[in-house]
């Protein structure tokens, strides 16, 4: 039994169970990658259905991110699992009641949506790829052409109808999927760390941040893999769009620690221990100071000062990449943090997460990697680069 | 033990013939059709099956019972046998992090405010007993002025709105006909909600069998008229068992004859556990 269970030392008085903490750093990385997908795919549907023309250079880019990032949602789930042979009992036998069972439902039918926009939004490269492409490769995409070939006028703009209707199904989808894992915790009465009404907005808004914030990262790596230009413009509207909505993560944030502060129910005082004591750094330092004032407050610089060029890619990058270490922080200091403090309102845990174990960090990071490995295979099968888009016109046209 | 299986394997019946079921329609069911095809089937027969058939033990009727608990804290000594008959009856882990029942400790000294607590669990009174799978309290107060201290066994509270039934997800967590709240090995699928979920801390997770486990009364005693473990050792008639049902029985006399509590009323979740003795610092 030793080697199996990994106990927490604590202060004060905690109950027995307490001290093994049940969800670990597989449980901050889901969470956070059920937010990349709705960020990314916010991204995707400001071009798709608000017509943000300026997106135009990410946004096929973005829907691909949503796409690896979602299909890797379920892992670190089924790794948390006692039984992960047993997953599919939620699906077979969901319990109504329970805010979790229509996770599977929920989390499939977001991907099979997320499949069908990507098979529509590629589709004409696929036929093209499918006709110019010989051997086993090009066997995979007259498969994936799923016998549609047709590239007609009326053909794509049938095409563009379903993209459309997707997109808004897709909104509140993504949406809906994030909230409502905001909701997983956030309906929890047994944790006043996690007990708010606000938790499901919370954890959208700063989804939304993070996936943005992803698509920055990426676009600009991968410009610079594919040594072609940063678009200003593109960028500069998603750089606009994350600082917006970073407003309102820090102000809903702020609103429901205020709250709680405010209410002072039982409790409180722990909770006021712990967030002077174990959360200074990682709360106060990490994820307010480094990774939302400080991108904010650049951010804001840059707008004011016009920066542009070389600059503006640098500057923008460093912030998308704090918000990334923001968000993921957030993420572990709601999950862990939640659970640091006991439920008896009269201690305090102390987790430190174990690096080589089937829950710990090492696991949780190649969790974290795999979405970029997927996406590095996907974009050479579907290039999502607007760039390669004129050459498809002409073919279009001919 | 054995007993106690058998008992689980007839109820657990149905959830077998439902899994293999839905098993059945999970292949046949594409993704793209899972979310409709296979969700309206199963909810209809997992409805069709909500009242739940009496499980085959010999003589026994689940709808004939309603048990109840109660704790008399002013009774309690701290022996812990509790503790210890339970873990050896149910085959619970033998450290110090996985309890289906365990003993807290409340003492105020002279001039504080609130009550120093602590449970056999704490590493002092571990450092103490010698070893984590002995209970023991250590005698640390013995050079303090000491105004008021009791004990206070603690233990899953059955409660008739069970926060943990209602967050787990497959349905592998139910209550009984009987007011029991119990756990099916066979289907838990190990997520660890129902752990979060419970406010009293009541459950753990068993590593060893990768599914969450919590105090059952003792379930494959009580049916056949057997007391729980715990109430069975307890030198001090500190833990009352019984059935609600018959007005004659320990516990309907301890609920009827004193002002009994429960813990943590606030979270709705209606314990069945019944408190005397205890007082503000106990929750």
Redesign the interface.
């Known amino acids: 039994m030793e080697t199996l269970v990994q106990s927490s030392p604590f202060t004060g008085y905690v109950y027995p169970n307490e001290t093994i903490i049940p969800w670990t750093v597989l449980i901050v990385v889901y969470p956070y990658l059920t937010g990349l997908v709705a960020g990314a795919f916010t991204i995707s549907s400001l071009y798709q259905v608000f017509g943000f023309q300026q997106l135009r250079p990410v946004a096929h880019f973005a829907l691909l991110v949503s796409l690896c990032c979602m299909v890797v949602v379920p892992i670190p789930l089924l790794l948390h699992l006692g039984h992960p042979e047993r997953a599919f009992n939620a699906m077979i036998t969901p319990h109504t009641t329970s805010a979790f069972a229509i996770f599977a439902y929920a989390a499939a039918f977001y991907v099979i949506l997320l499949i069908l926009e990507t098979w529509f939004v590629f589709r004409p490269q696929i036929v093209h790829a499918a006709n110019d492409t010989k051997g086993p490769v090009g066997w995979i995409y007259r498969v994936a052409t799923l016998g549609s070939d047709d590239l007609s006028e009326k053909a794509l703009s049938y095409d563009k109808k379903w993209l459309f209707a997707l997109a808004i199904i897709g909104i509140p989808g993504a949406h809906g999927l994030h909230g409502y894992v905001g909701f997983v915790f956030g309906s929890l009465k047994s944790r006043e760390w996690w007990s708010s009404d606000l938790m499901p907005v919370i954890f959208l808004f700063s989804a939304i941040i993070s996936g943005t914030a992803l698509v920055i990262v990426l676009y600009v790596v991968s410009c610079k893999l594919r040594k072609v230009p940063v678009d200003l413009a593109c960028l500069k509207v998603m750089a606009y769009s994350l600082w917006g909505f970073m407003m309102f993560t820090l102000l809903l944030e702020g609103l429901e620690f205020a709250s709680m502060v405010y209410r002072g129910r039982e409790g409180i005082d722990v909770i006021m221990t712990f967030v002077k004591g174990p959360l200074l750094v990682p709360f106060f330092i990490l994820q307010f100071g480094l990774g939302s004032v400080l991108p904010l407050a650049v951010i804001t610089f840059l707008i004011w000062r016009g920066t542009t060029g070389p600059a503006l890619v640098a500057a923008i990058t460093t912030s998308a990449c704090l918000v990334l270490l923001a968000v993921l922080m957030m993420r572990y200091n709601v999950v862990i943090g939640g659970q640091e403090i006991a439920k008896t309102g009269k201690g305090l845990l102390d987790y430190q997460p174990p690096v080589f174990a089937r829950e710990g960090l090492f696991a949780a990071g190649c969790v974290l990697v795999l979405p970029f490995i997927l996406l590095s295979i996907v974009v050479r099968f579907l290039p999502p680069w607007h760039e390669a888009e004129p050459a498809l016109a002409n073919t279009r046209t001919r | 033990m054995e007993d106690k299986e058998k008992l689980e394997g007839q109820q657990r019946g149905r ?1 077998e013939f ?2 293999c ?3 059945a ?2 292949c046949s069911a594409a ?2 059709a ?2 409709t095809v ?2 309206g089937t ?2 209809a027969t ?1 409805e069709a099956t909500e009242v739940q058939p009496n499980p085959a033990i010999p003589g026994y009727d689940w709808n004939q019972h309603q048990w109840a608990f109660g704790v008399d804290a002013t009774k309690c000594i701290g022996c812990l046998r509790c503790v210890e008959a339970c873990k050896k009856e149910n085959n619970v ?7 289906r029942t ?1 003993v ?1 400790r409340y003492v105020t000294l002279e001039g504080e405010e609130t009550a120093r ?5 704490d590493p002092v009174n571990i450092a103490a007993s010698g070893s984590e799978s002995e209970y023991r309290f250590a005698d640390r107060y013995r050079d303090a002025k000491v105004e008021l201290a009791f004990f206070v066994p ?1 233990l899953c509270n059955h409660c008739t709105h069970p ?1 943990c ?8 967590t139910y209550k009984t006909e009987d007011g029991v709240v119990v756990i099916d090995h066979t ?7 129902c ?18 486990d919590k105090c059952t009364w003792c379930y494959h005693r009580i049916t056949k008229g057997l007391q729980p473990a715990c109430v069975e050792v307890c030198p001090v008639g500190a833990r009352i068992f019984g059935d609600r049902n018959d007005k004659q029985s320990a516990i309907s006399q301890f609920i009827q004859n004193n002002r009994v509590s429960v813990l943590k009323p606030e ?2 979740n209606a314990p069945n556990v019944f408190y005397i003795g205890i007082d503000k610092d106990v ?1």
């Open positions: 959830r439902l899994s079921l839905g098993s329609l999970a993704a793209a899972a979310g296979a969700s199963v909810a997992a882990p033998p450290d110090a992090h996985h309890f365990w807290e607590i602590d449970s056999q669990a603690k926060a039934v209602q967050v787990c997800p497959t349905g592998a289907y838990c699928i190990g997520c660890q909600y752990v979060q979920a419970c406010p009293y801390g009541a459950r753990y997770f068993n590593e060893e069998k990768g599914v969450t979270t709705g929750s």
